[in-house]
């Protein structure tokens, strides 16, 4: 059996830091092979060195039984190898059409840009894989984070790679999206492509992977046929040790009466996107929020943040009425707003400022007095934060973009546990996040509404949703469709009430709506 990629003793290091070390496992060719492994395993070393973005200090790579020298990204391209990146490198002040043909434009006489080439070359790229709702000359810049994954996804297939690495493909995608994501594997796999998925989701290694090979600490720690070993092995594999319950326990007090709510919104309306949501947010709670892609949950998430301005409605924090123009508002108002945002690399981190400075951002004024920055106090209170986290002290000295996504989410939470804020916003904060992470994070959350604090919580993962929530709403073409408690929390219920099924109807109606 041919090999379509090779790796021997490959390893990069960054300073002091191992990223990979020792990784030595193949590929066969035609395979849809698996890589997993917790955030800074070295999976995306691996994929940059792959990728021709990054050099190896060692190791050797071969790719169809060939050994290859990959000095950039055109060498690996040239060889048969594309990748899309969770990073989405994407260039936002350009179209979708330039950023999918870049960087091989139509050209007439040598040097002038054929437009009506590459409007022909696109449209047939975007009808071939059926993504007819994406509007060529769209500047990326406007597209949401869902629309730009699915482009840079389809301008790594549209170069007919013979191998394709697709780095946590569906970590920004709706569930609707993920099934288009789907339907592009098995197309893929059907004419002969090697496909390597870089995933945290199980699900995905079962649908569409027949093996897959796991990295711990920057080693490979072993590769099997997907059907010979169970999630708990893998989970064990990627972690080192057996993971326990996905969900903290809910605090149960029957006899406690209902508190006054923290937050509470009256018909807010933003446009034809939200159209009067009101929610009731009380201490100790946390409030799910469960949609389909497009529904107002962004809209109400950046209403409740004063990112975007409202239409009409009322917000009372704390039981004071409060008009949020901008986030200093929210982050001042009452017990104060905090939002971990849809894209932690854009909207919710300074990339190239270090981990610590991220963290102290909203709350630098308590550290200041005339004009300086009291270092030492400002260290000590992020050190708490970060341990809490169980992020690493490098994180103080290193830029925020030099993490994994795991831990640059933690460097967002830790920015608002230090801002001893009372109401969190947590907008989908687990896609890219390991497992490991991701139990962390749950347990995160349930602590700091235990502690009077009051969470309200979008997830594209329904099961998040019914395991952390208390209470979920749906929100369905920008209004609340439903609102569940208890036994009435289940997935299946979720999801057709996000569909539009009316409470009369039962799971059957899913089919339908769909």
């Known amino acids: 059996m041919t090999l379509a990629i090779a790796l021997n003793h490959v390893a990069k290091r960054y300073g002091a830091t191992v990223a990979l070390s020792d990784a030595t496992f193949a590929v066969e060719t035609g395979a849809t092979h698996a890589l997993l492994g917790e955030n800074g395993a070295g999976k995306s070393t691996l994929v940059k060195i792959l990728s021709g973005v990054v050099r190896p200090d060692a190791g050797e790579i071969a790719f169809f039984d060939r050994p290859v020298q990959l000095a950039n990204r055109e060498d690996s391209s040239r060889l048969g190898l594309e990748t899309a990146f969770q990073e989405i490198p994407l260039v936002p002040d350009l179209t979708v059409e330039q950023n999918i043909l870049l960087p091989d434009e139509p050209r007439k006489f040598g040097f002038l840009r054929d437009r009506r080439a590459a409007r022909r070359r696109v449209a047939q790229v975007l009808a071939d894989l059926q993504l007819h709702d994406i509007d060529p000359a769209d500047e990326v810049?406007?597209?949401?984070?869902?629309?730009?994954?699915?482009?840079?996804?389809?301008?790594?297939?549209?170069?007919?790679p013979k191998i394709l690495l697709l780095d946590e493909p569906s970590a920004a995608l709706s569930s609707r999206d993920v099934r288009?994501?789907?339907?592009?594997?098995?197309?893929?796999r059907s004419a002969g492509t090697t496909i390597v998925l870089i995933t945290h989701r199980m699900q995905e290694v079962r649908d569409y992977c027949s093996a897959l090979s796991v990295l711990r600490n920057?080693?490979?720690v072993g590769s099997f046929a997907?059907?010979?070993?169970?999630?708990?092995?893998?989970?064990?594999?990627?972690m080192g040790r057996s993971v326990g319950a996905a969900f903290p326990p809910r605090r149960r007090d029957a006899s406690r009466p209902a508190r006054a709510p923290v937050l509470e919104a009256k018909t807010l309306t933003i446009g034809h996107r939200l159209q009067d949501v009101s929610l009731r947010l009380a201490a100790g709670e946390i409030l799910g929020v469960?949609?389909?892609?497009?529904?107002?949950?962004?809209?109400?998430?950046?209403?409740?943040?004063?990112?975007?301005?409202?239409?009409?409605?009322?917000?009372?924090?704390?039981?004071?009425?409060?008009?949020?123009?901008?986030?200093?508002?929210?982050?001042?108002?009452?017990?104060?707003?905090?939002?971990?945002?849809?894209?932690?690399?854009?909207?919710g981190l300074a990339l190239t400022m270090t981990g610590g400075e991220n963290a102290s951002l909203a709350?630098?004024?308590t550290f200041t007095r005339f004009g300086w920055v009291d270092r030492r106090r400002e260290r000590a209170v992020v050190d708490q934060a970060f341990a809490r986290l169980q992020v690493h002290p490098r994180a103080h000295h290193k830029a925020a973009g030099s993490f994994s996504g795991g831990n640059q989410q933690k460097i967002v939470l830790a920015k608002w546990l230090l801002s001893d804020c009372k109401v969190l916003l947590v907008f989908d904060p687990t896609p890219g996040v390991d497992v490991g992470t991701k139990h962390e994070m749950y347990g995160l959350l349930r602590q700091f509404a235990d502690a009077g604090g009051a969470v309200l919580f979008y997830s594209t993962?329904?099961?998040?949703?019914?395991?952390?929530?208390?209470?979920?709403?749906?929100?369905?073409?920008?209004?609340?469709?439903?609102?569940?408690?208890?036994?009435?929390?289940?997935?299946?219920?979720?999801?057709?009430?996000?569909l539009g099924?009316?409470?009369g109807s039962g799971p059957g109606t899913m089919e339908k709506a769909s």
């Not at 288009?180 to 893929?188: C, E, K, S, T, Y």
């Not at 469709?481 to 299946?492: D, K, Q």
């Not at 219920?493 to 996000?498: A, C, E, L, S, V």
């Open 180 to 188: 288009w994501l789907g339907d592009r594997i098995a197309a893929l």
């Open 363 to 365: 709350t630098l004024d």
């Open 218 to 220: 920057g080693k490979h």
């Open 226 to 238: 997907a059907k010979d070993v169970s999630d708990a092995d893998v989970f064990t594999l990627i």
């Open 290 to 347: 469960a949609a389909l892609q497009g529904m107002g949950q962004l809209e109400l998430f950046n209403g409740l943040f004063g990112v975007e301005r409202l239409d009409a409605g009322s917000l009372e924090v704390a039981g004071r009425r409060v008009w949020l123009a901008s986030p200093r508002d929210a982050i001042r108002a009452g017990l104060g707003v905090g939002l971990v945002p849809e894209d932690r690399k854009i909207q």
């Open 501 to 503: 099924a009316d409470a």
């Open 461 to 498: 993962e329904v099961p998040e949703l019914v395991g952390l929530a208390d209470r979920v709403l749906v929100l369905y073409r920008g209004r609340v469709g439903a609102e569940l408690t208890g036994a009435e929390m289940t997935e299946a219920t979720i999801g057709w009430r996000m």
């Open 141 to 160: 810049r406007d597209l949401d984070l869902s629309v730009r994954q699915k482009i840079e996804i389809a301008r790594a297939i549209s170069r007919r």
